[in-house]
């Protein structure tokens, strides 16, 4: 029998007890043991639950899930960084096999985690940490491990991708759509960490730090939110063949150098990437020796992320008795990541400019001047006295695109910058 602590009963914790609780008796016969729930930690015991929990297992003591000598794994699922990076050292220091899916704990401290837990003899999984329910970490430490991976796209973060989704096709306001997607449980506590584009930051350094061999420091990357774009930018993208989705970017330049980065993106209709949406979470990897492989899955929710994080705790109780390395800190290799000054993409500019005679002249000389050449131009609907103008650059390097911005906005008749997107033509 493995005995199971949980750290949290929320929209995860809940599709966990859901799952080890009804399929007891499957996981019984594919695994040849029993997995029994032995403790629950949350914070407030009399609150009504989703499902059925018998009482006894509730506590809000973390030390009676700690001291429970009949518990072999806990698995946290309480997030953010305190207390839950605690409770993970403390089990871990107890001898206590983990099971999380808490990106931003396995962003910011995964190497010591994993090395506290080699140091103590225990397994470290977090499947749950990337991709909700695809297996994507499983796919980089042991279906891949032959490659040298050379980049890795993704779409990362479920609520961003389910809000972005609902305003290109339902045309709902970002407002209203966050809410949603608060409602169905994909959002984080405090949506800010899916909004700005740091959850995504969590998961693509988890699978840069994975696929190349090193560890990426989360607070070194490039990243940007989807809080600035507005329905003018999504038809703007739609009608020049595009579909702006917060992608996350993991590349190995030819010097070795690595380019990560989160930020809203102009994806062509033509990549599949485009057409993954709503809650669903896509990773496109490129190996040198599988060559691409797509993985796409619910990104968020209860139960496609209990489905790896019950997966994860199967995993310990297989294993358990098998040196199996946790990946994260094997041969670490230092790494130099690339500015994102030095980043070259076409880009998309949306400004609003007073509609008469001279003024785009004065905005192609600025770019000119700054080495940005210009691919195409639209100007629409004219609301005298101001026009929306959106351009489209060859590409170039960010600290040109910067510059020239910097100009632009001082130009009496560019009333607004409205927005800047990178175009990614994967
Ligand atoms: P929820 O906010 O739904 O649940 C959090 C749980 O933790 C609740 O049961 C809460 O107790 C308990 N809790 C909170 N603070 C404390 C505390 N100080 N001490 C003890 N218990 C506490 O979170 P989610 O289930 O959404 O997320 C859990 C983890 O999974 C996070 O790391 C998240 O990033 C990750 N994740 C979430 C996904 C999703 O779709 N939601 C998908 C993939 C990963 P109480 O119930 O009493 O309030
Ligand atoms: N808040 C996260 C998302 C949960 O929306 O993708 C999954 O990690």
New binding site residues.
């Given amino acids: 029998m493995i005995g199971v602590g949980l750290?949290?009963?929320?929209?995860?914790?809940?599709g966990v007890h859901q799952i080890l609780t009804n399929k007891r008796d499957y996981i019984k016969r594919k695994l040849g043991e029993e997995i029994i729930i032995q403790k629950i930690?949350?914070?407030?015991?009399t609150?009504k639950r989703k499902y059925h929990v018998d009482n006894f297992l509730l506590t809000?003591k973390?030390e009676d899930v700690l001291k429970d000598s009949a518990i072999q794994v806990i698995v946290?699922?309480?997030?953010?960084e305190e207390?839950?990076f605690s409770y993970i050292k403390e089990a871990i220091k107890r001898g206590k096999h983990i099971v999380?899916?808490?990106?931003?704990?396995m962003a910011k401290h995964g190497e010591e985690i994993v090395r506290l837990a080699e140091e103590n003899s225990v397994k470290v999984y977090y499947e749950?940490?990337v991709g909700?329910g695809i297996p994507i970490i499983k796919t980089l430490n042991e279906s891949l491990v032959a490659n040298k991976i050379e980049r890795i796209y993704g779409i990362l973060n479920?609520t961003t991708n389910y809000i972005l989704t609902q305003m290109t096709e339902k045309k709902v306001d970002f407002k209203d759509a966050l809410k949603e997607a608060q409602n169905l449980?994909?959002?984080?506590?405090d949506p800010y960490f899916d909004v700005s584009g740091l959850?995504s930051a969590y998961k693509i350094s988890i699978l840069s730090s994975l696929s190349y061999e090193t560890f990426v420091d989360v607070d070194s990357l490039y990243i940007e939110g989807i809080e600035r774009i507005e329905p003018e930018d999504i038809e703007i993208a739609d009608e020049l063949g595009y579909v702006i989705k917060l992608l996350a970017i993991g590349k190995r330049l030819e010097n070795d150098k690595l380019d990560i980065r989160v930020h809203p993106t102009f994806v062509p209709k033509n990549n599949p990437i485009s057409r993954i949406n709503g809650v669903y979470n896509v990773v496109q990897i490129h190996g040198d020796t599988v060559g691409e492989i797509m993985m796409y899955g619910q990104?968020?929710?209860?139960m496609?992320?209990a489905s790896a994080v019950v997966a994860d705790i199967i995993e310990v109780a297989k294993n358990i008795k098998y040196n199996i390395s946790n990946g994260l800190i094997n041969n670490l290799q230092p790494h130099t990541l690339v500015s994102i000054d030095e980043v070259e993409n076409p880009f998309y500019i949306r400004l609003m400019v007073n509609d008469k005679p001279g003024v785009f002249a004065k905005i192609a000389k600025v770019l000119g001047d700054n080495n940005v050449s210009i691919a195409s131009v639209i100007q629409k609907h004219r609301l005298t006295p101001v026009v929306p103008i959106f351009l489209r650059t060859h590409p170039v390097k960010e600290k040109y695109l910067n510059q020239a911005a910097s100009e632009l906005s001082m130009i009496d008749d560019v009333r607004e910058i409205k927005n800047i997107i990178r175009v990614e033509e994967l």
Avoid: C, M, Q, R
């Avoid at 999380?100 to 704990?105: E, F, M, Q, S």
């Avoid at 990104?299 to 209860?302: F, H, Q, R």
């Fill in positions: 750290l949290g009963l929320g929209t995860v914790g809940s930690l949350v914070k407030d015991v609150k809000d973390f946290e699922l309480i997030g953010g207390p839950s999380t899916a808490n990106k931003l704990i749950g940490s909700g479920g449980g994909y959002a984080e506590s959850d990104g968020a929710g209860e496609p992320t």
